[in-house]
């Protein structure tokens, strides 16, 4: 059993950078492949991005591309999301998801996921 928390979120200007972290409980957390989610008013949950249990891979979905990077720190339980060059459109709630895996894999479906953090708001203003 993992337990998920996402914190980093809150508001700022176009252009600017977040950093989200997401804190997971277990001791085996370095078994997990992460992945990052959004959902704003009125859309479908979105798929960011994932990182693979040992952070030697990673994959960002095209609409957030070269804006940001994903990374762990297993011995701090702790993914991070770095997000650049904030748009508008990027206001949405971020989630963060683990699943435990047995290789250096990463999803981009949800229903991969079996944990899943409360969300953190990110709000850009324009």
């Known amino acids: 059993q993992v337990q998920l928390a996402e914190s980093g979120g809150g508001l700022v200007q176009a252009g600017g950078s977040l950093r989200l972290s997401c804190v997971a409980s277990g001791r085996t957390f370095s078994t997990y492949v992460v992945g990052w989610f959004r959902q704003a008013p009125g859309k479908e949950r979105e798929f960011v991005g994932a990182?693979?249990?040992?952070?030697?891979?990673?994959y960002y979905e095209d609409s957030m591309k070269g804006r940001i990077t994903i990374s762990r720190d297993n011995d701090k339980n702790t993914v991070y999301l770095q997000m650049n060059s904030l748009k508008f459109e990027d206001t949405a709630v971020y989630y963060c998801?683990?699943?435990?895996?047995?290789?250096?894999?990463?999803?981009?479906?949800?229903?991969?996921?079996?944990?899943w953090g409360q969300g953190t708001q990110v709000t850009v203003s324009s």
């Open positions: 998801a683990a699943v435990a895996t047995d290789g250096e894999y990463y999803y981009k479906s949800h229903t991969h996921y079996h944990y």
């Open positions: 990182i693979s249990q040992s952070g030697g891979r990673t």
